[in-house]
Nanobody, 117 residues
């Protein structure tokens, strides 16, 4: 069973930045498509960003231009650089491997991001 470990969350003021990390001991990580999801309080989990093995990335419209997903294949880690944070970005953030657009592993514990003044 793959254990995904997210970290880097915290409390930040609107307009601030955070960098999330996800350690993913996935076999053949370099050939895996990976993604960040988030679950706002009281809402369903939603896809935030995806990165393909070739580095191509896609984003939800709500974060485009503010968030950047990246990967370090040598460390089996993906990152989410979040800038210009807004209160509506408040959520628990999770990573997962995706296949045919769907997450395939059990969810990790996530990392909590709170944007508030």
């Amino acid at each position: 069973q793959v254990r995904l470990v997210e970290s880097g969350g915290g409390l930040v003021q609107p307009g601030g930045s955070l960098r999330l990390s996800c350690a993913a001991p996935v076999s053949f990580f370099s050939s895996a498509s990976m993604a960040w999801y988030r679950q706002p309080p009281g809402k369903e989990r939603e896809l935030v960003a995806t990165i393909l093995p070739n580095g191509f990335s896609t984003y939800d419209e709500s974060v485009k231009g503010r968030f950047t997903i990246s990967r370090d294949n040598a460390k089996n880690t993906i990152y989410l650089q979040m800038n210009s944070l807004k209160p509506e970005d408040t959520a628990d953030y999770y990573c997962n491997r995706v296949l045919d657009g769907r997450p395939i592993y059990s969810w990790g514990q996530g990392t909590q991001v709170t944007v508030s003044s």
